[in-house]
């Protein structure tokens, strides 16, 4: 009988990353399918449901968590009861659920006291933020562990997972990143009024446990950036506590240096990438896709802390603008080799090998911890 495999995506982000793998999966003959929910939703975010819907010979399957301005734990609410009855219904045999996010987390959760094995993706992994948090507790409610690098393995094994649970493939949006987008600039411009031909990327997410110091942050930033000169194409936060304040920052800045655009397609992204001359703010984008693909990234602020040790990677605080205009005047531009410390953009290979093989299939739903 054809194994059942279900996706859980939230985000723009998420989708990037668990996109590659469920079309490897589709291709190899496997039934997949999407549940769709958190930011995805909402008209506000670019209403990015649609782009899952691109997917071909898959089913989709949509849930709206979340209304504007609903607490964290108010979702963490209803995607536990939204996922507890559709599982009910739809009956997976396999449950991939990626990251740290809340529906991640309420996801992890409901597999787990359901008995229903589920694969945890990239966990393993640090910031210092309460997404840690939130990653470390889907690491321990999963059955299986698909981690990016030996480093991340190895801290799920101080946790008390075993050995034959965790599974070395990857971050997967490498995979993306390492074949032709399918687009041209040109297009990735046309589509998105962008007019810039020598242009940063700036994404900068809200910290939850530092919500009522964004606002600051996110004002200092864009202060230095704009003095800089340098023109960005500027992706909208997501939706955690303080993105309303980087919002109403983001709003007042000047047409003639930033490109405000709320989402983007992923092979558009990837190409504008591949063309830019530096990633600026707290995206994971700016620690795994942009070493990897050798462009020089300003990480500010503590939301990607220890995530990356790359060449190509710059740390500062928000408010250090003497750090962040030398970074714009002497990094910019400038090339790297590519940095294969999250993989070599052949995740989704790996994944299928493990799918395929019995041992994988064979691990008891019942956890044990190792000593």
């Not at 399918?182 to 810039?196: L, P, Q, T």
């Not at 930033?258 to 984008?285: H, Q």
């Amino acid at each position: 009988m054809t194994k059942k495999l279900l996706f859980v995506t939230g985000t723009r982000a998420d989708f990037g990353k668990v996109e590659p793998l469920a079309i490897k999966a589709r291709d190899a003959g496997y039934s997949v399918s999407f549940w769709v929910t958190g930011m995805h939703m909402l008209n506000k975010y670019g209403l990015t449901k649609l782009e899952v819907a691109r997917v071909e010979g898959v089913d989709i399957f949509e849930f709206k968590n979340q209304k504007e301005n609903d607490a964290l734990d108010k979702i963490h609410a209803n995607t536990v009861v939204g996922f507890s009855q559709f599982i009910r219904h739809h009956k997976p045999d396999l449950v991939f659920i990626h990251g740290d996010r809340i529906e991640a987390l309420s996801c992890s959760l409901v597999c787990a006291t359901n008995s229903l094995p589920s694969v945890h993706i990239e966990g393993g992994e640090i910031s210092g933020t309460i997404d840690e948090i939130f990653r470390h507790c889907n690491t321990k409610l999963a059955h299986c562990h698909f981690v990016s690098s030996e480093i991340a393995k190895n801290r799920i094994m101080r946790m008390g997972e075993e050995d034959k649970r965790i599974y070395v493939i990857g971050s997967p949006e490498l995979d993306f990143h390492a074949k032709p987008s399918g687009v041209s600039i040109e297009e990735v411009k046309n589509r998105y009024d962008i007019e810039f031909n020598d242009y940063g990327i700036c994404t900068y997410h809200p910290v939850t446990s530092e919500s009522s110091d964004m606002g600051k942050q996110a004002t200092a930033l864009f202060e230095t950036l704009t003095r800089s000169e340098r023109q960005f194409v500027t992706i909208l936060p997501n939706n955690d506590p303080g993105y309303k304040e980087i919002w109403q920052v983001i709003e007042t800045l000047p047409t003639n240096q930033f490109r405000v655009i709320p989402s983007m397609r992923f092979s558009y992204f990837s190409e504008l990438m591949k063309n830019s001359s530096a990633i600026v703010g707290n995206s994971s984008a700016g620690v795994r896709e942009a070493p990897f693909l050798g462009i020089p990234s300003l990480d500010i602020g503590s939301r990607q802390r220890a995530r990356s040790t790359a060449a190509s990677v710059t740390n500062c605080h928000p408010n250090d603008s003497e750090k962040i205009l030398s970074f714009l005047k002497n990094s910019w531009g400038n090339s790297y080799p590519r940095d294969e410390s999250f993989g070599t953009g052949k995740t989704s290979e790996k994944f299928l090998k493990i799918l395929n093989s019995h041992a994988f299939w064979a691990n008891d739903i019942q956890k044990i911890f190792n000593e």
